[in-house]
């Protein structure tokens, strides 16, 4: 079974005395990740939307969950990177908040997501504080693991040539969880694209089991931006995460094939058969135009 990611919370979190703003007073001039954490400000633990990070350009998603479950939606937050809670940043960015989904999107999920990029160049556990700007004060703290390669299909590796099901072989009911399921999602496998040597963007993704809270109607972005590029010779690819739709089945099999540690997923692969961007958890319509247009586009 897919799991939702997840970060190492700090373990700070669980520890008395850690947080709140006394502390504030008795460090004053110590520049460290738990000062800046300890400032006055509700304290909490960043909610995760991304996990699978190797050496390099790192892009990270989250929510930040106030003390009575409410998400926090501001533009922008600060962000912090240390190499350990009692460290000093080595580090300083902003996270972007990000769209999740589309119009007319399920209510009852979080409307955005903070979106950063970080260059973490090592493999091991960072330490990330992230402020959000404007509004009461909130601090949230976590951790970002960098492996020493990726699990799933990093920039620059091949995209395994999955022959994933089309309308050729199955209905869209069979194809698609979605509500709405898109057909232009499911003209061509995977391994067509490859075979064929066109640039496509697949999505992997469950609409009706998704199982994280930060995973969003994906699957409605990609289409999305598949209208916006009609004309392009693009390929958009919808690729389901269950066998037979069935999660008590476990996943199927280009799921396995693409080593995928949690779901949903979206890669943009050029026509040499090569990834050119990945995106782990939800994307905003903007960022995946944005990706597209960059990689695959002139």
């Not at 520890?15 to 909490?44: F, H, I, K, M, N």
């Not at 399920?106 to 091991?124: C, M, W």
């Not at 404007?134 to 693991?145: C, D, F, H, P, S």
């Not at 247009?293 to 002139?298: N, P, S």
Request: hydrophobic share 40%; charged share 25%.
């Amino acid at each position: 079974m897919l799991r939702a990611v997840a970060f190492g919370l700090a373990a700070c979190l669980l520890a008395a005395g850690c947080g709140g703003s006394s502390s504030a007073q008795e460090e004053p001039d110590r520049p460290t990740l738990q000062a800046l954490w300890r400032a006055p400000g509700e304290d909490v633990a960043i909610t995760p939307g991304s996990a699978d990070f190797g050496p390099g350009l790192v892009r990270l998603t989250f929510l930040i969950i106030d003390g009575r479950g409410g998400v926090v939606t501001r533009p922008s937050a600060r962000i912090w990177i240390a190499q350990g809670l009692e460290e000093r940043p080595f580090a300083q960015t902003t996270a972007r908040s990000e769209a999740i989904g589309v119009e007319g999107s399920d209510p009852g999920e979080p409307g955005a997501i903070f979106v950063t990029k970080l260059r973490l160049r090592q493999p091991g556990t960072y330490w990330l504080l992230a402020e959000p700007v404007g509004g009461r004060k909130i601090q949230a703290v976590g951790t970002v693991v960098v492996k020493k390669r990726t699990t799933a299909p990093d920039i620059g590796e091949a995209a395994p040539a999955s022959e994933t099901p089309t309308l050729a072989t199955a209905t869209l009911e069979e194809l698609s969880t979605s509500r709405e399921p898109d057909p232009e999602l499911h003209r061509s496998s995977i391994g067509d694209a490859v075979a064929d040597g066109v640039p496509f963007v697949v999505v992997f993704a469950t609409p009706k089991y998704c199982a994280s809270r930060t995973c969003g109607p994906v699957v409605e972005v990609v289409s999305t931006v598949r209208r916006d590029q009609a004309g392009s010779g693009i390929r958009f690819i919808h690729a389901e995460i269950y066998q037979d739709n069935d999660p008590a089945k476990g996943e199927n099999r280009w799921v396995k094939e693409w080593k995928l540690p949690s779901e949903p997923w979206v890669f943009v692969v050029g026509a040499d058969g090569n990834v050119r961007d990945r995106f782990e958890g939800t994307v905003s319509v903007r960022e995946l135009d944005a990706s597209v247009r960059r990689t695959l586009v002139g």
